[in-house]
T-cell receptor
Framework: GEDVEQSLFLSVREGDSSVINCTYT??????LYWYKQEPGAGLQLLTY?????DMKQDQRLTVLLNKKDKHLSLRIADTQTGDSAIYFC???????????FGDGTTLTVKP | DTAVSQTPKYLVTQMGNDKSIKCEQN?????MYWYKQDSKKFLKIMFS???????INETVPNRFSPKSPDKAHLNLHINSLELGDSAVYFC??????????FGPGTRLLVL
């Protein structure tokens, strides 16, 4: 079945860039997502990318997709303490009717 | 004007009890989901409903019974609660195969 993997922890200093990586197994994945979960809160959709795109930029967020390697990354420029959260990668295939989530990367931003 | 709402937000109960969690979306979406997030923050899909019909049941114990009285509601009833059911349960809805909108979560603690 589908599998999505992420490293569990990332720690950066305020002002640095953060890069969160994700790999997936399903080559028919059409949509790839990044969600943010702040402590005690629900999941917030940050951004998503279609599989026919290589890159998507949205203010401080840059998503890179390497479809050949099935690798997705989320870069956060000028990381702030408010960016501390868990970031979930997810993939969706058209006929699956569901999204498969990675286990989440806990990003800690130190002042 | 909350898009996806869940009640209750917190639920503390004894082992063996039966409880229900409710979800409502006012977005007019056709598809609704229940996800379980365990203590390690791993997020797994449980059920998916499209227009009140069950389309995904991810090998969830039959103590869990979803009910969709109409397109805007997907409730989750749990019989004979067990300690391992303690988790955060997220409801979500989607209009299409692209995006999902999550509720704030219901934190269930079984004692």
């Amino acid at each position: 079945g589908e599998d999505v993997e992420q490293s569990l922890f990332l720690s950066v200093r305020e002002g640095d860039s953060s890069v969160i990586n994700c790999t997936y197994t399903d080559s028919s994945s059409t949509y790839l997502y990044w969600y943010k979960q702040e402590p005690g809160a629900g999941l917030q959709l940050l951004t998503y990318i279609f599989s026919n795109m290589d890159m998507k930029q949205d203010q401080r967020l840059t998503v890179l997709l390497n479809k050949k390697d099935k690798h997705l990354s989320l870069r956060i420029a000028d990381t702030q303490t408010g960016d501390s959260a868990i970031y979930f990668c997810a993939e969706r295939t058209p006929n699956a009717g569901k999204s498969t989530f990675g286990d989440g990367t806990t990003l800690t931003v130190k002042p | 004007d909350t898009a996806v709402s869940q009640t209750p937000k917190y639920l503390v109960t004894q082992m063996g009890n039966d409880k229900s969690i409710k979800c409502e979306q006012n977005l007019g979406h056709d598809t609704m989901y229940w996800y379980k997030q365990d203590s390690k923050k791993f997020l797994k899909i449980m059920f998916s409903y499209n227009n009140k019909e069950l389309i995904i049941n991810e090998t969830v114990p039959n103590r869990f019974s979803p009910k969709s009285p109409d397109k805007a509601h997907l409730n989750l009833h749990i019989n004979s609660l067990e300690l391992g059911d303690s988790a955060v349960y997220f409801c979500a809805s989607s209009p299409d195969s692209e995006t999902q909108y999550f509720g704030p979560g219901t934190r269930l603690l079984v004692l």
